[in-house]
């Protein structure tokens, strides 16, 4: 058994949970996948798999190769399905990962002008409002609105938005325009708070000083789409992401307040594992999306 299917045997008992299972796809005995283990470990001077009488468990250094593994073994994959000419005809799964409400509203629109050009290829877009691990989730790409922390990853920038506070003209009606952020102490407010929003509001005065704001909450909600339809309904001031209320900025709905108050803008970036070996077809959504993306999601009033 060479390196690489050694790998692949490796990874089938991590996620399968058992030798036997695993032996089965390769056809070897459960003695036999015990050893090529067993020699694996020894050739590597470490512990990959903790044993028990009922469970197989990673050790952290088996927790490491297989994340590296895999990035590995789709990076090979990856090099032969362009040797073979897939770059000719692009062909096979890309997986997507964006937040909620962006994807539904900007990469969903993307996906299907992508797939509408390049009829073999099949897409797995997964909206959620976490960090997902690239790595070990086996995302090609993914969309994340904020600055890049993780060093291994790529970055491409596709554009910017704003942490920003609206209100209805109703509301602004009843209860007047907050001038200063320290106004905010007057007014209600409708909270959006998840992982990635702080729960107090922050602004930067005059001299460029960040300046922290707790306000007076009448309803806290952990759904930006919810806090939007409160605000718009005239409960409060809410404070979102500029993209997510472009639409009811278009149309007046919602009213901006505190612009010359606002903390820098925050990066939209697409992420990605490596640029190293990237299959064609990965290499063509990116680059796809990176023209599209600043003409379609980034125009806010």
């Known amino acids: 058994m060479d390196r690489l299917d050694e790998l692949r045997l490796f990874l089938a008992i991590v996620d399968s949970g058992q030798f036997a299972a695993a032996g089965r796809k390769f056809a070897r005995s459960p003695s036999s996948t015990t050893r090529i283990v067993a020699e694996l470990e020894r050739r590597l001077g470490t512990r990959l798999l903790q044993r028990t009488t009922r469970k197989l468990s990673l050790t952290d250094s088996g927790a490491r190769l297989a994340a590296q593994a895999r990035r590995l073994l789709a990076d090979y994959d990856d090099a032969i399905d362009g040797a073979i000419g897939e770059a000719a005809s692009l062909r096979g799964n890309i997986k997507l990962s964006a937040p909620t409400l962006f994807g539904s509203r900007h990469v969903a ?147 901006r307040v505190l612009r010359e108050y606002e903390v820098a803008p925050i990066p939209v970036q697409l992420i990605y594992p490596s640029a190293r070996l990237m299959a064609p077809r990965i290499r063509s959504f990116l680059d796809f999306a990176a023209g599209e993306l600043p003409q379609t999601a980034f125009n806010h009033p």
């Open 109 to 255: 629109p993307l996906v299907r002008g992508f797939l509408e050009r390049h009829p073999d290829i099949t897409l797995q877009l997964t909206l959620e409002d976490r960090l997902v691990d690239l790595i070990d989730e086996r995302i090609d790409i993914a969309l994340r609105i904020g600055h890049l922390t993780d060093s291994s990853l790529r970055a491409r920038r596709v554009g910017e938005v704003r942490r920003i506070v609206v209100a209805s003209p109703d509301y602004l009606k009843r209860h007047g325009r907050p001038r200063r952020p320290d106004d905010l102490a007057q007014h209600h407010a409708v909270t959006f708070v998840n992982q990635a929003s702080p729960a107090a509001w922050l602004f930067q005065n005059k001299q460029g000083a960040p300046q922290k704001i707790k306000v007076s909450s009448r309803m806290e909600v952990n759904r930006a789409e919810t806090a939007i339809g409160l605000t718009r309904d005239g409960m409060g001031l809410t404070r979102v992401l500029s993209y997510q209320v472009a639409d009811e900025l278009a149309v007046g709905s919602l009213v």
